[in-house]
């Protein structure tokens, strides 16, 4: 660590004076390993901390940014470090602080007359999800970094998941917030009010945000009945477009029912039952796609099981489904969901790769997908695709693996910049979006202004100036400071 200034020295001082020696980590510290808040998820980028903060709560929270601020010392908020666009780990320059929410983690109330739960930003997803169904409730959110993800994060970044399709995003999820603004005030915004009418809808603005205009420190949650019966199904489809058909004949056969509709390409379950074999992937030699289906049903099994065998006939008989199995009991039903949420850490088995978390009007993604992959098979020979994602919502994950045998580094090096901008000017021309559930990061802040409408970046500028005018919150993330 470099010799740190008077202005750093006092600044620590006065974070330890507030959260506790113990709670304020710095390089000096004798056997300090600052690593697993300074390195992404993706271990692509590796930054250096002034320090990292464990607040107790949000007064103290409150008491940190306001020394921040009289200190013009930039922070960076962090929940499990789960992010995939480097908006949660500091820059290289160790002067930013890293604001560790994990300690506020606390289940502080469920109200189940008003249907919800109000938490701590540092709880854990899958805690969440567990008190609410410990209460007789369905907390829905679910992605596949819940057992480490925290709902600051999920808010900030306004994850999606793959209840999208009946849910909606965690914006949807949410009815009020506890933010500690770039001054050091607290907005007690924590209402569990359905309807809101007086003025503008700062809930909703801080809601990925990525943590550039606020710290979120707590939030109320929507809660629903737990369903009677939840069925899954995999279905082989033979093309994208039969894909799309069938997404439409599940809304019509099973409506509010039908909670999860992911997408997969052949080659990325190749990787899954090459790289976790015992995971026993079904169907996906035989068709280029396969479907996994969610239903969820508020009478009996018996009831939902009708729907789906209904639906699978329908679909056999109009030739969007080749073939499709359904789960006979939940460990069954955990064991395909398994292998959709595994597809992730199988490609980081089969090495780096170039990921887009994109999404486009469902109407048109076989005719992006078709032509996207075409051009890339085109300008980039031997490379591999690995599609999959939300259908339901329109989201998906469509990545590009170096070509079999090719050196991972070489290959980013080579063709990163090429790739994200082909697929960006597609995304572009089918009236899609270049992020539609990781955020925007570090990762894509200078190309969002070659794709974001330039009246909302202006917008957008205006608010962040407005709310943070020292840029101490996130800097570097979602917009640049020289573009504002």
């Not at 899954?272 to 079904?282: A, D, G, S």
């Amino acid at each position: 660590m470099t010799d740190l200034t008077t202005t750093q020295t006092d600044l620590i001082s006065q974070l330890r004076a507030v959260c506790g020696h113990a709670n304020v980590l710095t390089h000096d510290d004798p056997g300090a390993d600052l690593s697993p808040w300074e390195q992404d998820w993706r271990k692509r980028v590796k930054g250096l901390a002034l320090a990292v903060v464990r607040p107790a709560n949000t007064q103290e929270v409150a008491a940190v940014v306001k020394a921040c601020a009289a200190a013009n010392t930039p922070i960076v908020p962090q929940g499990g470090n789960t992010g995939l666009v480097v908006g949660g780990v500091p820059n290289n320059s160790g002067t930013q602080i890293v604001l560790s929410m994990t300690r506020m983690n606390a289940v502080r109330a469920i109200d189940p007359a008003n249907l919800t739960i109000t938490v701590e930003a540092g709880c854990v997803l899958q805690n969440l999800q567990a008190a609410a169904e410990n209460s007789g409730f369905l907390f829905p959110l679910s992605l596949g970094a819940e057992g480490s993800c925290t709902i600051g994060g999920n808010l900030g970044t306004n994850a999606g998941g793959t209840q999208v399709v009946r849910y909606g995003n965690t914006r949807e999820l949410c009815l009020g917030l506890e933010v500690v603004t770039a001054q050091g005030d607290i907005w007690h915004g924590l209402t569990g009010l359905r309807k809101d009418n007086t003025g503008y809808d700062l809930r909703n603005l801080m809601i990925g945000s990525e943590g550039t205009l606020g710290i979120i420190c707590a939030a109320t949650m929507k809660l629903y009945p737990l369903p009677a019966a939840q069925l899954t199904a995999w279905a082989a489809v033979p093309s994208m477009e039969a894909a799309v058909q069938l997404l439409g004949l599940a809304h019509q056969r099973l409506g509010p029912g039908l909670t999860g509709f992911e997408v997969m390409g052949q080659f990325a379950l190749s990787l899954v039952e090459k790289h976790y074999p015992q995971l026993r992937v079904p169907l996906w030699q035989e068709t280029p796609w396969c479907v996994l289906l969610e239903n969820s049903d508020s009478e009996n099994e018996s009831h939902a099981r009708g729907q789906f065998e209904s639906l699978l006939e329908a679909a056999l008989e109009d030739g969007c489904v080749t073939d499709a199995v359904v789960a006979e009991n939940l460990t069954q039903a955990r064991s395909l969901w398994h292998i959709r949420e595994t597809i992730t850490l199988a490609q980081v088995q089969e090495g780096l790769n170039i990921k887009h978390d994109i999404s486009i009007p469902v109407s048109r993604i076989p005719a992006f997908v078709a032509e996207t992959d075409a051009l890339l098979a085109r300008e980039v020979p031997g490379v591999r695709l690995v599609d999959f994602g939300h259908l339901g919502d329109g989201n998906l994950h469509y990545n590009v693996q170096a070509p079999e045998g090719a050196d991972g580094q070489a290959f980013l090096r080579d063709n990163e910049e090429r790739v994200n901008t082909l697929v960006f000017d597609q995304v572009a021309k089918f009236g899609g979006s270049i992020s539609a559930e990781h955020g925007v990061g570090e990762q894509k802040v200078n190309k969002l202004p070659l794709y974001k409408d330039p009246t909302a970046l202006a917008m957008m500028r205006a608010v962040k100036k407005a709310l943070d005018p020292q840029n101490i919150m996130n800097p570097g993330r979602v917009l640049a400071w020289h573009n504002i």
